[in-house]
């Protein structure tokens, strides 16, 4: 399969989520990086897999993406730390439904320092969130 066949799933893949309202369809998720089911999508580097230098390389230069898989969905955010040298640690945020005309509580959880985001991490992260939000 070549890369824009593997594009092109990708897309139907997140229109068909979208759809179902398994995931959020904010403005804010077309332009932020997608990561869904173990593919990075970017309009910028375009889609490869976690865990390759590719996306080790990627994540020194970028400070966030949107992560969904089956087992939940979160916002991934890049953040800065002074703790001796200054460091920069990824948190994942996720939203709960709130009230009518109240927005819900949002859940924050550690993702770990960049050479942690494995495909393992970042599942396991997610299956919290939506759990959390569901309590």
Same mark, same amino acid.
């Given at each position: 399969?070549?890369?824009?066949?593997?594009s092109?799933?990708? !897309?139907? /893949?997140?229109?068909?989520? *979208?759809?179902?309202?398994?995931?959020?369809?904010?403005?804010?998720?077309?332009?932020?990086?997608? *990561?869904?089911?173990?593919?990075?999508?970017?309009? +910028?580097?375009?889609?490869?897999?976690?865990?390759?230098?590719?996306?080790?390389?990627?994540l020194?230069? %970028?400070?966030? @993406?949107?992560?969904?898989?089956?087992?939940?969905? @979160?916002?991934?955010?890049?953040?800065?730390?002074?703790?001796? *040298?200054?460091? %920069?640690?990824?948190? !994942?945020?996720?939203?709960? !439904?709130?009230?009518?005309?109240?927005?819900?509580?949002? %859940?924050?959880?550690y993702?770990?320092?960049?050479?942690? /985001?494995?495909?393992?991490?970042?599942? +396991?992260?997610?299956?919290?969130? !939506?759990?959390?939000?569901?309590?």
């Open positions: 399969m070549d890369s824009q066949e593997w092109d799933q990708l !897309a139907a /893949l997140l229109r068909q989520r *979208v759809a179902m309202g398994n995931i959020m369809s904010r403005d804010e998720t077309r332009t932020t990086p997608n *990561v869904i089911s173990g593919v990075l999508s970017t309009d +910028d580097a375009g889609s490869f897999r976690l865990e390759t230098p590719q996306w080790w390389e990627w020194k230069w %970028h400070d966030t @993406f949107y992560y969904s898989d089956v087992s939940g969905t @979160f916002i991934a955010r890049r953040e800065r730390r002074r703790i001796g *040298v200054d460091r %920069h640690y990824w948190y !994942a945020l996720r939203q709960a !439904a709130g009230e009518p005309g109240r927005p819900g509580k949002i %859940h924050r959880c993702l770990g320092k960049p050479e942690e /985001l494995t495909l393992a991490r970042l599942t +396991d992260r997610a299956r919290w969130l !939506a759990e959390k939000i569901s309590i």
